[in-house]
């Protein structure tokens, strides 16, 4: 067994240790929000949060998480930034499909938690490993400098 | 040769056999009830239109929602003549159905092609002015006055004269029991308030809050996770399969041997993939 921590909440969960997190989320949590995307962590759908930071859920091992705190796109929105970032997401109008932007809203937050006013340089940066295959990046950039204002 | 764009959507479509369905099942009890009175004129609304009597007021869209923004257009074509605005409202996929819910132009329970606006052009503002004709109705006879002196606005029926009034939820169920309208006047394109105007989309918000369901977030008790490897040749057959290493991997349940496949079955897709 595995004690994970899972949006505030230890789960213990009976998976081996070089189970990707992504799939303890989705499969056996039951946290559908991350996305499966390549699983190669080259697209950014999966990304979550380990401790503030952006990680990539596909490639991060269940055994390798420890204490770390997880944050998901269902909780991300309990923090300031993160509901900062989801409300000017809509009011941009960012989504298309959706199906990346748990992922973009995940890596925005992370970003702006650590840059409060970034330029469209430090946007691209760090936005540089979520993909959108509708091609969403022009609203995701200015969604990110409006939440950065709220 | 030219291919056009949607000539290759079209082609991919039917190859296809339709593109990915949303499923879910109708929200059982204290709602209007399906379709099918056989004395009716006129298709029942309820198909489209749940309206509770806690005035929950719910649109089934028959189409799938992929981006294009079709659940916020359909659902407009609805409220426009239903009266109802657009924060009123919750939305839900149709369940599998065909009778109530092949795209007209399709012929069957399938959204592609840019068909989705062009089958639910009639059908569905039908539906909502059928339903607002009813709650009309219900409200004239609770009421003991002309049908014509009462108007609908944003969910509510009114009657002027008397400064009564009655939101939807209150008649749902004396309109469930009234006769469907057969043919139905639809408003003129002067009067619309939500055609045709810039909406904000319906289905976003579950969309930056990892609540959506999309085709890979279907889960259902006691499901498993199949992975397949099929034949790299066209034609070519199992000859034969050592499964112990996939039965090893924890989580495997199953190895499935096809004519020109493999399938292994996990508890999760981390098992089926190492498995496969």
């Known amino acids: 067994m595995i004690d994970l921590n899972i949006n505030g909440q230890t789960h213990s969960v009976d998976v081996p240790p070089d189970m990707p997190v992504l799939w303890v989320l989705r499969d056996v949590v039951g946290l559908t929000g991350t996305k499966f995307g390549c699983g190669i962590a080259q697209c950014g759908a999966c990304t979550i949060h380990l401790d503030g930071q952006a990680v990539r859920s596909c490639m991060l091992p269940a055994g390798a998480v420890g204490n770390a705190a997880i944050t998901t796109i269902e909780k991300i929105g309990d923090s300031p930034v993160g509901a900062a970032v989801q409300k000017a997401w809509l009011a941009t109008e960012v989504v298309q499909c959706g199906y990346c932007q748990s992922g973009q809203i995940m890596s925005a937050t992370a970003l702006l938690e650590q840059t409060k006013k970034p330029t469209d340089e430090q946007i691209d940066a760090a936005m540089a490993g979520n993909i959108c295959r509708c091609g969403t990046y022009v609203r995701i950039r200015a969604a990110i400098h409006q939440a950065a204002e709220a | ?276």
């Not at chain 2, 939305?91 to 795209?103: F, G, T």
């Not at chain 2, 002196?149 to 939807?168: K, L, N």
């Not at chain 2, 918000?205 to 279907?218: H, L, Q, R």
Request: hydrophobic residues 40%.
């Open chain 2, 1 to 276: 040769m030219t291919l056009h764009r949607r000539d290759l959507l079209r082609t991919g479509l039917l190859a296809g056999g339709g593109l990915l369905l949303g499923f879910s099942l109708p929200r059982p009890g204290g709602r209007m009830a399906r379709a099918g009175q056989a004395d009716q004129v006129g298709p029942s609304p309820t198909a489209f239109i749940q309206i509770g009597t806690d005035n929950a007021i719910t649109l089934i869209m028959p189409d799938t929602e992929c981006g294009q923004g079709i659940w916020t257009s359909a659902a407009a074509l609805i409220a426009e003549e239903l009266e109802v605005g657009m924060d009123q409202i919750k939305l839900m996929p149709a369940p599998p159905d065909a009778k109530l819910y092949a795209s007209p132009a399709l012929g069957e329970q399938a959204t592609g092609g840019s068909t989705s606006i062009i089958g639910d052009w009639e059908r569905l503002r039908e539906a909502g002015a059928r339903a607002r004709i009813m709650l009309i109705q219900a409200a004239a006879q609770k009421w003991h006055v002309d049908p014509a002196t009462c108007v609908a606005q944003e969910g509510v029926v009114h009657h002027q004269a008397s400064g009564r009034s009655a939101p939807y939820g209150e008649l749902a169920e004396a309109a469930n029991a009234l006769p469907v309208p057969g043919k139905v006047t639809l408003k003129e394109p002067a009067d619309w308030t939500l055609i045709g105007k810039p909406l904000k989309r319906l289905d976003t918000p579950g969309k930056v809050n990892g609540t959506a369901t999309y085709g890979i977030d279907v889960q259902v008790p006691g499901m498993k996770i199949g992975t397949v490897a099929a034949s790299p040749v066209i034609g070519g057959t199992l000859k034969s399969i050592d499964e112990a290493a996939a039965r090893s991997v924890p989580g495997v349940r199953d190895v499935v041997k096809l004519r020109n496949a493999v399938a292994v079955i996990g508890d999760h897709f981390w098992a089926a993939r190492q498995g496969l």
